[in-house]
C-alpha cells in the first residue's frame, strides 16, 4: 500500500508524507490536534503534496467499534476533519490525503 502511494507521488512530482496512525495519538492533551495541524501546514507550504497516512483505521472506528475509540483519536479526528475541510475550500490548494485500511 505504502509503494503504490509513493509511486502515485513520484508520478505526480509530489511531495510526500508517510504517516502511520498511530503517530499521531498522543496521550498529551493538545499534541494530536497540534500534529494534523503542522503536517496540513507543511504539506500546504510544499504544494503539491501527497499526506499518506497508513491503518487510519486505528483511530477512525468502524460501526462495529462505535464509542470505543479514545479521547485522543476523537480529537484528532474533529482536527483533522476540520483540517480538510480547509484544504478543500482554498482554491489552488493541491494537497490530497491518501489514507489506508487493513479492514475490509
Not at 499534541?31 to 503542522?38: G, I, L
Not at 499526506?51 to 483533522?80: K, M
Not at 489552488?92 to 479492514?103: D, I, K, P, Q, Y
Request: with cysteine; glycine share 4%; charged share 25%.
Amino acid at each position: 500500500k505504502t509503494m503504490l502511494a509513493r509511486a502515485v507521488a513520484t508520478e505526480c512530482s509530489c511531495t510526500f508524507f508517510n504517516i502511520t496512525a498511530s503517530t499521531l495519538i498522543s496521550k498529551w492533551r493538545g499534541d494530536s490536534e497540534k500534529y494534523v495541524r503542522v503536517l496540513c501546514d507543511l504539506a500546504r507550504h510544499q504544494a503539491p503534496s501527497i499526506i499518506f497516512i497508513d491503518e487510519i483505521d486505528w483511530i477512525t472506528p468502524g460501526e462495529s467499534d462505535a464509542g470505543v475509540s479514545s479521547e485522543p483519536a476523537r480529537r484528532f479526528r474533529a482536527e483533522l476533519l476540520a483540517r480538510l475541510d480547509g484544504l478543500v475550500s482554498l482554491q489552488g490548494e493541491r494537497v490530497v490525503l491518501l489514507a489506508t485500511t487493513n479492514s475490509p
